[in-house]
């Protein structure tokens, strides 16, 4: 079943500007973490938030998570050409053990117009 | 090495055939993870194994047979497979924190498979 709903569904930007993609999940988690695919590719990890972390900062990258609304929050900011993918938010707590799967949101495709 | 391989990159088969696809890493990972993913949709979870044992089926047919031999490699044994069974099919490996934890996961290339 699926757990998170992002927000944008598309997102077209002009290169240099800001993308920012929301997620929301429905259940309690341990970790939240972003991904990015390119066109039908593997996944990259891009950053992980725990449950009891509000904000997190990697690179250009600036992850929120509000746990009271169950949403988070992705912002690329100076974006680049090489950017354009798509973007999952995923969570864990399925079992609360060590090795869990990841539910994934529905995604966020970025366009970085040059 | 941080790299997840996968293979055959592209496969075409029967409803009829049997195929297995091949999943390894040497990054020391104890938990490997199968994923399908369609067209246009985000990763599904299938299966987790956790030290060489299958800890979560997503209730998963059973013409999707996982297998581990050994904490490197994971494989997936198809059979009997429906045109709606054709998708991008993900590994992935990571280690294991432990309870209420989890590290990021590597994703291998996929595999693209079409039943026909």
């Known amino acids: 079943s699926q757990q998170g709903e992002e927000d944008p569904q598309a997102l077209s930007i002009q290169e240099g500007e800001n993308a920012t993609m929301n997620c929301s999940y429905k259940t309690s988690i341990n970790n939240l973490q972003w991904y990015r695919q390119n066109s039908g590719r593997g996944l990259v990890h891009l950053i992980l938030i725990r449950s009891n972390e509000r904000e997190k900062h990697s690179g250009r990258l600036r992850v929120t998570l509000d746990t009271s609304k169950k949403s988070s929050s992705l912002l690329i900011t100076a974006s680049r050409a090489a950017d354009t993918a798509s973007y999952f938010c995923a969570t864990d707590g399925r079992t609360g053990g060590g090795a869990d799967g990841l539910t994934f949101g529905k995604g966020t495709h970025l366009i970085i117009q040059p | 090495d941080t790299e997840v391989t996968q293979t055959p990159k592209h496969l075409v088969m029967g409803m009829t055939n049997k195929k297995s696809l091949k999943c390894e890493q040497h990054?020391?990972?104890?938990?490997m993870y199968w994923y399908k993913q369609k067209a246009k949709k985000p990763p599904e979870l299938m299966f987790v194994?956790?030290?060489?044992?299958?800890?979560i089926n997503e209730s998963v047919p059973s013409r999707f047979s996982p297998e581990c031999p050994n904490s490197s490699l994971l494989n997936l044994h198809l059979h009997a497979l429906q045109p709606e069974d054709s998708a991008l099919y993900l590994c992935?490996?990571?280690?294991?924190?432990?309870?209420?934890?989890?590290?990021?996961?590597?994703f291998g290339p996929g595999t693209r498979l079409t039943v026909t």
């Open positions: 992935a490996s990571s280690h294991i924190l432990g309870r209420s934890n989890s590290y990021e996961q590597y």
């Open positions: 990054m020391g990972h104890r938990a």
């Open positions: 194994y956790s030290y060489e044992k299958l800890s």
